[in-house]
């Protein structure tokens, strides 16, 4: 089991992904009463004193600003519906995905919310034409799994505002679909991950408008119990951050619509665990972490809201006002994170940077401009619809801070302490990451400024850390050694106080010229201060700093001087600085390479001996 406060936690490589495995099939097979403790608790307990001891800052947001940045997706994309209904992406040309049915329950939402009832006959439309698809087995791209949930959403939103024989229609589509024939994420087609979870949740809701019954939901689940870790979490293949969450946010849904079934006492109990989890691990900027496939597009702080909004909602039932006002801030943490990349043209930028979406600058091989952005507006106003706009907000753990942990299975680490807070990634898996410290963000400050994501080791390693001479005037970084080159990881924790927290990372290397290396980490609310130090007795180590050298809409300002670099961007700066030793001279790479935010550079500089203690420091101009 995984111990918190001042333990050390040892962790082999090749054993993490069992470790979860074994741990879930544990409680899918007992009793709640015989669990395994819950690793975070204590964590949860630290955050949650250092939230309730801090004063909160209303974000000015409500309930109807879910819709209302949804609407601006929803009526940039009517401009692109073809005559029978179907969404049409504005630079493939065609439907893609699951834009249809998306497009439809946000229409919907924004019907039933009195916002836009102008989009009623647009928004049946894109129903009647996705109910087909998905009875008929044609879903757009094979992506029949995601229709159902939000097809059933707008079924509801809209039944009593059409014509009895359209309702019909519906219904009749509704009835017909056979879930073995339609969706591809079950036994017999492939091995069931996220893809299954999304079904199962809107097989769910159409059971409950009497359509079918419960036979697949519980066959469905029962597939999936084995991918939880103990804190809650989804296990995704290649543990992607994002596949994490997404699954979950649906799951979250389908329990506060009433699931009751043979696996709600586990899966209430994992879904609590994995709601006290995601407060800790998003951002101060409201992001939800980086890391694997997926990372970075604005989906990922609009399923945020959705469950925090749903969790918001259960703990004031529950009685834990102050926990629902956590949740409540945690929500509208991350919907200011996504409307701070709303484009002129109304819909979003779908991946955090700002290049012109034609050039598909830091997209997966499967995002496209039209599903990535209904699949946030439909996330959204999945979040008006759960709402409790009675509920106040408070101060979410993401701007309180005052804790560090690891996430052994997903190889991670995060520490905030006051609002300023760090991720690392421990062995990145190369296609997606490399390995060190990969995202700084702190409260009121351009999340873009400071080192926000890394880009893959397979693409050229870059993460802040250290590198250090191996054979010749060959150097190798920390950053380019993945797993297979990590034999495990030591993590521990010091001082864990909401504005100073302390943790060190020893990394034990396999088939390098040193034996391991040990970065000790001091965080404030106003920088990190980290020592490093390479075991091997090297006679120079080098420090690196990748700087956002342009996002695609403006370039950085970068300044050195000495043993300090700046980098500063729309009135918010970074500055990096080496502290000791004194013989560090920072010098610029002179060239740029891409990761998913734009381009970054390489800054750099060579110190004598085995250690040196640098810093970063995030603020915010006027």
């Known amino acids: 089991m995984r111990q918190t406060g001042l333990s050390v936690k040892l962790t082999t490589m090749n054993l993490r992904f069992a470790s979860g495995l074994a741990g ?49 997706i929803v009526v940039f994309f009517r401009h692109f519906q073809t005559p029978d209904g179907r969404i049409m992406d504005p630079f493939l040309g065609r439907e893609v995905q699951y834009s249809t049915p998306c497009y439809a329950w946000a229409a919907s939402a924004l019907v039933s ?15 009647d034409v ?5 009875s008929t087995g044609h879903a757009a791209d094979n992506h029949s799994d995601f229709f159902t949930f939000p097809c059933v959403l707008a079924y509801e939103a809209l039944r009593d505002r059409v014509s009895s024989e359209r309702r019909a229609l519906w219904e009749r589509d509704l009835r017909a679909i056979e879930p073995e024939r339609v969706y591809q994420d079950i036994p017999g087609k492939r091995e069931p991950h996220n893809w299954a979870v999304v079904a199962l949740a809107g097989e769910y809701l159409r059971q409950q408008d009497g ?25 995704e293949p290649d543990t992607p951050m994002a596949y994490d969450h997404f699954p979950r946010c ?91 990349w709303v484009r002129p043209s109304g819909e979003l930028w779908i991946v955090k940077n700002r290049f012109d979406p034609a050039a598909r600058h830091g997209f997966q091989e499967y995002s496209t401009h039209s599903q990535y952005n209904l699949l946030a507006a439909s996330m959204m106003c999945a979040a008006w619809l759960f709402a409790d706009e009675d509920i106040p907000e408070g101060v979410c753990p993401a701007q309180s801070g005052g804790f560090a942990f690891e996430l052994p299975e997903f190889h991670k680490v995060f520490a905030n302490a006051g609002g300023l807070y760090v991720e690392l990634d421990t062995a990145a898996a190369p296609q997606y990451n490399s390995t060190g410290l990969i995202r700084i963000h702190k409260t009121g400050v351009d999340p873009l400024v400071g080192p926000t994501d890394s880009n893959a080791i397979d693409d050229g390693p870059a993460a802040v850390g250290i590198a250090w001479r191996e054979e010749g005037d060959r150097w190798q970084s920390l950053a380019g050694l993945g797993q297979k080159q990590i034999h495990r990881t030591e993590f521990s924790t010091g001082q864990n106080k909401a504005d100073h927290v302390r943790f060190t990372i020893r990394y034990v290397l396999e088939r390098t010229g040193i034996s391991a290396v040990v970065e000790n980490y001091d965080l404030t609310p106003e920088r990190v201060e ?16 990748p700087a956002l050298a342009l996002d695609g809409a403006a370039a950085t300002q970068i300044e050195l001087s000495g043993t300090n670099a700046s980098v500063r ?21 002179g ?20 250690r040196v203690v640098y810093s970063l420091t995030p603020s915010a101009g006027e």
């Open 211 to 235: 359509f079918c019954d419960l036979s697949f939901v519980e066959k469905a689940l029962a597939l999936q119990m084995k991918y939880f870790t103990a804190d809650g979490q989804y296990l």
């Open 591 to 610: 060239s740029w390479a891409s990761f998913r935010n734009g381009f970054f550079e390489i800054i750099e500089g060579v110190v004598s001996g085995n």
């Open 530 to 545: 980290v020592t490093a130090e390479v075991e091997g007795h090297p006679a120079e180590i080098k420090v690196r700093f």
């Open 24 to 72: 879930i099939a544990f409680l899918a097979t007992h009793a709640v009463a015989q669990e395994p403790p819950f690793p975070l608790a204590e964590v949860v307990a630290q955050a949650r004193q250092a939230a309730l001891s801090a004063k909160a800052v209303p974000s000015g947001l409500g309930r109807q600003d879910y819709l209302k940045t949804s609407e601006g």
């Open 130 to 134: 996705a109910l087909e698809e998905l």
């Open 569 to 589: 961007l729309n009135h918010s700066e970074e500055v990096f600085s080496v502290l000791s030793p004194s013989d560090a001279r920072l010098t610029r790479s």
């Open 113 to 127: 919310g009195e916002r836009q009832t102008n989009l009623l006959d647009s928004a049946a439309r894109a129903l």
């Open 250 to 340: 649906f799951l979250a849904a389908m329990l506060e619509r009433g699931y009751r079934g043979a696996y709600f006492e586990t899966l209430n109990n994992l879904m609590y665990r994995a709601a006290w989890t995601s407060l800790l691990i998003q951002s101060p900027c409201g992001e939800w972490p980086t890391g694997g496939r997926s990372a970075q597009h604005q989906w990922n702080e609009a399923m945020q809201c959705m469950t925090y909004e749903i969790w918001a909602r259960r703990k004031q039932r529950e009685g834990d006002s102050a926990g629902a006002q956590m949740f409540k801030r945690a929500a509208h943490l991350a919907l200011e994170s996504v409307r701070r």
